[in-house]
């Protein structure tokens, strides 16, 4: 049974930095290309960031570039995202989501962890 976890959401001020983590199990994490993505209240899910199996490469929105940073550690079947100068408007749930590579649709998600950012 493959489970991704998101922790690391709270609340922070305009400026701080947070980051976030997921947690994947049941699955061989290496051959998963992951993603980071946000939805905000009313909006749609939108796409932030994604890293190949390798972590190698790495590809963000416009939005966030700059500011936030993906990773991925194979060891621990762990991806990450460091999320610095930190905007009212990065308000959200956060998930994390796993394909087998960028020709698939993300096939695993994770439940969420909120990130609220105060101006």
């Known amino acids: 049974q493959v489970q991704l976890v998101e922790s690391g959401g709270g609340l922070v001020q305009a400026g701080d930095s947070l980051r976030l983590s997921c947690a994947a199990s049941?699955?061989?994490?290496?051959?998963?290309?992951m993603g980071w993505f946000r939805q905000a209240p009313g909006k749609e899910r939108e796409f932030v960031a994604r890293?190949?199996?390798?972590?190698?490469?790495?590809y963000y929105t416009d939005s966030v570039k700059g500011r936030f940073t993906i990773s991925r550690d194979n060891d621990k079947n762990t991806v990450y995202l460091q999320m610095n100068s930190l905007k009212p408007e990065d308000t959200a749930v956060y998930y994390c989501?796993?394909?087998?590579?960028?020709?698939?649709?993300?096939?695993?998600w994770g439940r969420g962890t909120q990130v609220t950012v105060s101006s």
């Open positions: 989501g796993a394909r087998l590579g960028i020709t698939h649709d993300y096939k695993y």
């Open positions: 049941g699955l061989t994490f290496r051959s998963y290309a």
């Open positions: 890293i190949s199996g390798s972590g190698g490469s790495t």
